[in-house]
């Protein structure tokens, strides 16, 4: 296995029962670095996919690393601790120190705004809080690879920006590799830089963020808010998949884009321009079903 | 953490499961309360008639080390498995598994942390019967084999604790069934009142059968040093051990299966 190579899944088949839930053909590496950003709708595969690499479902096939099980860390969709004490304690025996003698737990606890929490009950935290102290052990693990499982599912908007923010800037410098589960574009925007698209239980896709738009979405897209009156504007020009309440214009060409930007200025119209929206690749793969 | 290997038992992980032990109220009630409230309670009435002193200290001394066990029973049977159940319900041996905290790390910590809460309960069991019982006072070897004796039907009580949790995997129903065990044990041992002497033929048959029966027949023999066979009491280990076994083989069989 190549020294920058953590981890390769190949031929790779998980069934519940006589269902197929994950069939990964082509190899799948996670390189160092590699911040993975892995979407699809539900029971596309995505959490199988973690599920296989940390052995906690049967599989056949491949999954190949040089990383031991404890230089993955993991944050799971749901985590769940004892209630019998307070979180400091449970802190403590998972990262076999005291706070008080831990210069950068202390530092995560303070960066996460976890102090006041230190002293509750686990079932006594809100979700953002629940999330936080699981992110704040992962974190501390400071492992070549860190796996979150929709780490910010069932929060509200403004816990989830904060929390994603959070983690965004603390990976800024570093050069751990992240697989990141998400069913929310934006966080993955930030934290990403390749995407593992699934659907039903196959691969669409796999490959860099920027690539991956080019290959489906063309140069630039402009991105609308649908409307009657923009739709008929825009009928004779070509369009990208997209979910309903929006309007996806390809620009091929720096002319072509000029064009529909001055015919959006000329009628006072509102848009988006986006190199690398998400939600565009994944619409426009799906769409094709990996095949462009 | 990363990168370093993680010891079996350390101090940062007993203080977490002793926490454990002890933030289960039950416990505390079942395991230290009531064997003390009980072992003054009957050993008072069954003397209340007895006016020979000699006689009154032995059913006392008897009583008290039958009730004992409920120690063992109350503290790691019924509160170990209660907790372990809970765990699996809620995937934390999974979780801790993920941060590389391995189940024999867990299950090691567990036994210790069970281990100084039931010495600490005994500690406390035996002040409470030297202020308030007329004890008989023990030969050294009787003293020594009664603590081998509860160590080893506890070690039996962790063992079938933990096969019953890993099989039912959910609170409910191994709490339905350890408190089973448990009456049953209590009834069996002697405990609720029926003496071994007054049960029926087949109870008499299943209470051989189990070490809670010899801690309240004949303890008092090997107590005062008095000659003793030991025969049916290691009998009714090596029958419970294997019994607590058995069902922790089939546990272990099931997870491997992934059942």
Known sequence: MENDILLSVENLTVCYGKDVALQIESPILIEEGDRIGIIGSNGAGKSTFVKSILGLVNYQGSIRTRLTMDQIATHMQSNEYTDSMAT??????ILQTR?????KLQELIQYFEFEDCLRK???????GQKQRFTIIMVMMQDAPLTIYDEVTSGLDFETRQRLVEKMVSWYRDRDSSLCIVSH???????????????DKGRVIDYG???????????????ILNHSGEKEMLFQSYKKLASPAHLIALPCETEEKEREIISLLLAHNMDYTRSTTDIEMIYSNAKKCGGQQ | MNGKKRQIITKYMISYEFRNVTGNPFVHIFGIGMPIFMAILISRIAVSEVSDAAVTRTISTTVFLGIGAMIPMATVLMGYAVRQAQDFEKGIPERMRLFGIRDCVTIC???VSEL??????????????????DLEVPVFSGIVLYILCILFFSILCFILGHAIAALAKRFSVTYCI????????????????ISYESMPAAMQAAAKLLPVTYFNKDFITIWTGGNYNFVPMVQSYLFFGAAAGILLFIASRRRVRGI
């Open chain 1, 208 to 222: 860099k963020k920027e690539e991956l738009f080019r290959k489906y979405c063309g140069r630039a897209v402009i």
């Open chain 1, 121 to 127: 009950k686990y079932s006594k935290l809100s979700g």
């Open chain 1, 88 to 93: 400091k304690y449970i802190m403590e025996a």
């Open chain 2, 178 to 193: 350890v408190m089973m065990v448990y009456f049953a044990l209590m009834i069996l041992g002697g405990m609720m009142g």
């Open chain 2, 109 to 111: 910590n567990r036994a």
């Open chain 2, 116 to 133: 100084i809460f039931m010495a600490a309960a005994f500690v406390l069991y035996f002040l409470a019967g030297i202020l308030f019982m």
């Open chain 1, 99 to 103: 706070i008080s003698r831990s210069q």
């Open chain 1, 184 to 198: 929310y574009y934006e966080e993955l925007e930030q934290l990403a830089n390749k995407l593992l698209i699934l």
